[in-house]
């Protein structure tokens, strides 16, 4: 799944960690490490994709160097979608930033958690106005979620990168899908013609698909339109290292795919504000277009067992009282 690069395993993402330990000043590193002992700490679950501070190091002044190790980190954490999305993320957003008068530095915030030369679970996140990425590592298997990717403009109209769309395909596929069903199914499928003005999970901090409306189920629909919808999940998953991408598309392989059901809120033209969703029992992304006259995309890829790393937390605190 995905392109070439597949990401890294545990080892590398630590060694790149370690890379950047090394880079930093030392009241850096005590920024990044500001995080609670227990990673399963009910203050690690609270997040944003909305402009504003974040505990953790702040990229806004770090040097070069020391930025290169922080973007080889995120990168690192990704497969070859999902490192493009979330570089190209923080591009769209300097572009933003120029549009309104604002250049400057980038405002993210990276935080360790736990201890990468430890035996126990660790890792880290990243956050800033639209980009979040919640990486937790343990027995050497890596969690993602909650992954949220943004661009504002959805669209670019200026400048040297004028036609970008950063979420083009986790965009076109969903409309591809629409557009290919018959009113039968289209009627089953829009749950309003007025979309929703986010996602509709916003920033909760364990998701739950049933507050999703139910839209088209995967057995409702024809065969190309099933092979539609199979690319898009699998577009959400690639954005994950290809080992875990493919554990994940496995599960729900195996806990049928018919469990996937599709709903869609809007215009269905380009240029139209609308918004979808995918949701299973334990698996969602949606995806909405509505800011700024629909030029304002948000998406998101939630996994219920899994965000946070919860299942390899708990597994892992279970152990220990043992």
């Known amino acids: 799944m995905g392109g070439t690069r597949a990401g890294a395993t545990a080892a590398e993402l630590r060694a790149g960690v370690r890379g950047l330990l090394k880079v930093l000043e030392p009241e850096q590193a005590r920024e990044l490490r500001s995080a609670p002992s227990r990673l399963d700490a009910a203050e690690l679950r609270e997040w944003t994709y909305l402009p504003g501070a974040r505990p953790g190091l702040s990229t ?7 930025r290169a190790a922080v973007d080889g980190v995120l990168a690192a954490a990704h497969g070859a979608v999902g490192a493009d999305l979330a570089l190209g993320a923080i591009e769209v957003e300097r572009h933003r930033r120029e549009l309104v008068g604002a250049p400057g530095a980038d405002r993210y915030w990276l935080r360790l958690l736990g201890d990468p030369d430890g035996d126990g679970p660790w890792g880290w996140r990243m956050n800033g106005h639209h980009l979040a990425v919640h990486v937790l590592i343990a027995s050497d298997e890596v969690r993602v979620t909650p992954h949220f990717i943004g661009a504002e403009p959805a669209r670019i109209t200026t400048g040297p990168q004028a036609g970008r769309r950063l979420l083009a395909l986790e965009e ?28 509709l999970t916003r920033a909760d ?32 998953l690639d ?3 290809d080992a875990y991408a493919h554990a994940c598309w496995t599960d729900l392989q195996e806990r049928g795919l018919d469990t996937l059901s599709f709903a ?3 215009g269905t033209a ?10 299973a029992p334990d698996f969602l992304v949606e995806y909405d277009n509505t800011q700024d006259d629909g030029n304002h995309a948000h998406s998101v890829w939630r996994h219920v067992r899994h ?9 892992h605190y279970t152990d220990q009282h043992v």
Request: glycine share 6%; aromatic share 8%.
């Open 264 to 266: 869609w809120a809007g």
């Open 172 to 199: 076109d596929l969903a409309r591809d899908l629409i557009t290919d069903m018959d009113r039968s199914r289209r009627s089953a499928t829009v749950f309003s013609a007025e979309p929703p003005d986010d996602v």
């Open 205 to 236: 901090p364990f998701a739950d698909p049933a507050v999703l409306p139910a839209g088209l189920s995967y057995a409702a629909m024809t065969a190309p339109q099933q092979q539609l919808l199979e690319r898009l999940v699998r577009r959400y």
């Open 60 to 66: 806004e002044g770090l040097d070069q160097e020391q």
């Open 239 to 241: 954005r994950a290292p």
């Open 307 to 315: 965000d946070w790393g919860i299942d390899l937390l708990k597994a």
């Open 270 to 279: 380009l240029g139209d504000r609308h918004y979808y969703c995918v949701r």
